[in-house]
């Protein structure tokens, strides 16, 4: 110790106390840490709590999906304006019209007397080309097959009605139409029957008498 004592010098002292100083300082220094030098790594598990979050400082992105609970609907906003109107869309093609043929068939004269018309005369046509008596009652007629599907009177069905073009007299009775097995695709038989169902001439002495048909496709 004596021999530490002598050894010791103004200029011995002031060099020591300086190296403590400096040690001070950098032992002071590691005490602060340099900004965003702390990450998740620096930071323990449950180390961070209510305490240490700033109020209203984090965003709900922070959160687990349906962790954080939702919170009350806001009042409904104001409608809003009319947007502005589309362009109009393209045209479609045109449709076929569902009735094909049809006609108004004379059958009587129209001279008050109660003879027929042979052959029945077209009136008000279209697609309907001809007509033939074939016996008492019985009439056929023939359509044009080229407005037809397939082309044949098979893929259409007849609607028929009684009646005179000039409403000079009513008839009574019952018209049908039938297409037999072999029967040429153009052509229909009408049949009239009387309400007594015998086949009758389609001719009521009053008026031009006859019947309308039309074929639906």
């Known amino acids: 110790m004596?021999?530490?004592?002598?050894?010791?010098?103004?200029a011995n002292v002031m060099a020591m106390t300086a190296v403590f100083v400096a040690l001070g300082g950098s032992a002071i220094a590691l005490t602060q840490l340099p900004k965003d030098s702390v990450g998740a790594r620096q930071i323990k598990a449950g180390a961070v709590r209510s305490a240490e979050v700033?109020?209203?400082?984090?965003?709900?992105?922070?959160?687990?999906?349906?962790?954080?609970?939702?919170?009350?609907?806001?009042p409904k906003g104001e409608k809003g304006?009319?947007?502005?109107?589309?362009?109009?869309?393209?045209?479609?093609?045109?449709?076929?019209?569902s009735i094909r043929a049809y006609a108004f068939i004379r059958t009587s004269k129209s001279d008050g007397?109660?003879?027929?018309?042979?052959?029945?005369?077209?009136?008000?046509?279209?697609?309907?080309?001809?007509?033939?008596?074939?016996?008492?009652?019985?009439?056929?007629?023939?359509?044009?097959?080229?407005?037809?599907?397939?082309?044949t009177v098979?893929?259409?069905v007849p609607i028929a009605s009684l009646g005179s073009s000039d409403a000079a007299s009513s008839l009574s009775g019952i018209l049908t139409f039938m297409r037999s097995s072999g029967f040429p695709d153009n052509k229909l038989v009408g049949l009239f029957r009387n309400l007594s169902g015998t086949p009758t001439a389609l001719a009521s002495g009053g008026g031009s008498s006859g019947f309308s048909i039309a074929l639906l496709c």
């Open 54 to 74: 700033r109020d209203f400082s984090l965003q709900a992105d922070d959160f687990a999906k349906g962790s954080a609970p939702a919170g009350p609907v806001g």
């Open 2 to 10: 004596k021999w530490l004592t002598g050894k010791l010098t103004f």
């Open 81 to 97: 304006e009319q947007g502005p109107v589309g362009p109009q869309g393209l045209t479609g093609a045109s449709g076929t019209p």
């Open 154 to 156: 098979e893929n259409c």
């Open 113 to 151: 007397g109660s003879g027929v018309v042979d052959p029945p005369e077209i009136r008000n046509g279209h697609g309907v080309t001809a007509t033939k008596i074939i016996s008492t009652g019985q009439y056929e007629i023939t359509f044009d097959t080229s407005l037809l599907p397939g082309g």
